[in-house]
């Protein structure tokens, strides 16, 4: 009953608001942008991590007046860079527990993290625990490009390693009636093994385990650079979950404390006061006028037609017909000197990424301006097939990428129909005309139509890899399906350049012929909504925050965000990667 009650009174709260919210937004706004104008000397920054510092603002009206705003991750690394250059900011203090940050964001933090401390100023990591008895690699690792790390007493250091969950459902359609009928190109596109075997395959395993020791070695490197460690890091991952007395033993962490006394210890430094990194970031003025101009492409989410959209469990999915309307307007406008692509993909509809595809390397010939990719977490299959109108691909060390390949098919729900007593009627005109019906297997005819297609999409695939990318081997040994990190990836000739963001940026900077000292501005898209569109949308979608709702009923949103994308063509495993 209390939640119940709770999820009620969150709705009452939420209609309240709207109705007084359109009298009072612009007082609000000039109250608060007066406020955040007055910085005293000597302020630290707040950043908790814990926050959703997702590559695309989640422009949503209830999470304004329900959420705490968090801010996009371009957005995040700009406040902390530009702190290290005010002299009002004397440093950061991290609140890092959990997050939801992808290894490959955590590297672009990580950059900007260094590039604060370079300019003398103090870092810090305050932590109630690294995961939950496991599982905070990634959280830990992030803590420790921070000068000092403080953990609470009787708190645990999740440094345990990488699993991979992978589950294999064929025993059950078999006992329920489901037949999955998919076919692949090749052997490496593995995400329908999960319904058609019934354990994983030689190959399977074999891929996942050098995608996590890759990941896993990463991770190990930069912890023992940045914690300058003298016992065998294996030794201390196989020891964890750790205490916070034994992380000030390997010196993982550096001191043990409660947040009031780390609060005091720094007032006694001569902090004068604190400040959140949203508060700060609406310091960050963007140059106006008649500036050249980068235009920075977010496309975050699973790739599909139509329009680009949130869903309830926080997924992103990218529409190619917004898409497509973003690049129209970057090409009426005459100051674009460049375009940096920001993908983070798992990859969708491989017909939605080609009219990508078609529409960027358009833009580019049509504009003459270069055309730089920056990937993210992930730029896999049709992610990865969007990367190649790139003149130049910049990827994390931990990004995961490639997946060229291709896989289709459906469930045969035949048997399934058989044991619950319905039967269907079959009328047609056409002898294909029911080729992707679900109520029978493919015919000889149909199973030869169908693979034909995917031998034509992956063929289509590998010959824009081909002509697109400087390869290092042979175009069989780097597709048919494999997955890469991005230090795997560079070796191929998948992408050009590790790096983040900001690095795609300069590069674009410089191919775009804006000189060095000359004054320019970047232009995000898509556009962040208004206030009126954001009431709109909300009226049309009746968005009511369910994700929180599921949360609460013990739902794990991360599960139904892989199952989601397999309504889609071209998808990367639906695997569970416990970092």
Not at 154 to 183: C, N, Q
Not at 211 to 231: A, D, P, V
Not at 327 to 350: F, T
Request: charged share 25%; proline share 3%; glycine share 8%.
């Amino acid at each position: 009953m209390p939640k119940i009650y709770d999820f009620f009174k969150s709705v009452c709260t939420f209609l309240g608001a709207l109705m007084i919210v359109s009298g009072i937004v612009g007082g609000v706004g000039y109250w608060y942008n007066n406020r955040v104008s007055n910085i005293p000397q000597h302020t630290m920054l707040m950043i908790d991590f814990s926050h959703n510092y997702n590559e695309t603002p989640s422009d949503s009206l209830m999470n304004e007046l329900l959420d705490r705003q968090s801010l996009p991750l371009q957005r995040l690394i700009e406040a902390i860079e530009m702190a290290a250059t005010d002299s009002r900011i004397d440093g950061i203090v991290a609140r890092i527990d959990i997050s939801d940050l992808e290894l490959a964001q955590i590297q672009d933090v990580a950059r900007a993290i260094t590039l604060f401390r370079s300019s003398g100023k103090q870092t810090l990591v305050f932590s109630q625990g690294f995961g939950p008895m496991g599982q905070g690699n990634r959280e830990y690792y992030l803590a420790t490009f921070f000068d000092k790390i403080y953990m609470q007493p009787h708190t645990t250091i999740g440094l345990t390693g990488i699993s991979m969950e992978l589950p294999f459902a064929r025993s059950v359609l078999d006992k329920i009636g489901v037949y999955p009928e998919f076919y692949t190109r090749y052997e490496h596109k593995t995400a329908m093994m999960n319904f058609t075997d019934k354990n994983i395959s030689p190959i399977y395993k074999a891929d996942m385990e050098r995608l996590s020791n890759s990941l896993m070695n990463e991770l190990k490197k930069g912890i023992i650079e940045n914690r300058q460690l003298t016992e065998n890091i294996d030794t201390i991952i196989n020891k964890a979950p750790l205490s916070a007395e034994d992380g000030i033993t390997l010196n993982l962490i550096d001191e043990i404390l409660y947040l009031p006394q780390l609060d005091k210890k720094l007032k006694d430094t001569g902090i004068q006061g604190f400040m959140n990194i949203e508060t700060y970031a609406e310091h960050i003025q963007p140059n106006t006028g008649d500036l050249p101009a980068i235009a920075i492409l977010n496309l975050n989410g699973v790739i599909d037609s139509g329009e680009s959209s949130t869903d309830i469990d926080g997924e992103f999915t990218i529409g190619s017909r917004d898409v497509l309307g973003d690049i129209s307007e970057i090409a009426d406008m005459d100051n674009i000197k460049a375009v940096v692509v920001r993908i983070d993909s798992p990859g969708g509809s491989y017909n939605a990424a080609d009219e990508i595809y078609f529409a960027l390397k358009n833009l580019k010939a049509e504009k003459n301006i270069p055309i730089i990719v920056s990937q993210s977490g992930y730029a896999a299959s049709g992610g990865y097939f969007i990367s190649l109108a790139g003149d130049e691909i910049f990827a994390e060390p931990t990004t995961i990428t490639g997946s060229i390949g291709v896989l289709g098919g459906k469930f045969i729900l035949q048997k399934l129909w058989d044991k619950i007593g319905v039967n269907w009627a079959d009328i047609k005109v056409g002898e294909n005309a029911d080729i992707l019906s679900m109520n029978q297997p493919f015919s000889d005819k149909e199973r030869k139509i169908f693979n034909q297609s995917l031998d034509e999409v992956y063929l289509d695939f590998t010959q824009k890899v081909a002509e697109n990318r400087p390869l290092k081997e042979d175009i069989n040994k780097i597709a048919r399906g494999r997955v890469w990190t991005g230090r795997e990836a560079l070796e191929l000739g998948l992408i050009d350049t590790l790096g983040n963001l900001e690095d795609a940026v300069l590069s674009a900077k410089r191919k775009g012929g804006i000189a060095d000292g000359e004054k320019y501005t970047i232009i995000a898209f898509p556009k962040e909504k208004n206030f009126s569109d954001k009431i709109k949308e909300l009226i049309m979608s009746g968005d009511v925050k369910m994700n929180k709702v599921l949360q609460q009923s013990g739902v794990d949103i991360r599960y139904l965000k892989l199952f989601k994308r397999l309504q889609y063509d071209t998808v990367l495993l639906p695997f569970m990667l416990n970092i």
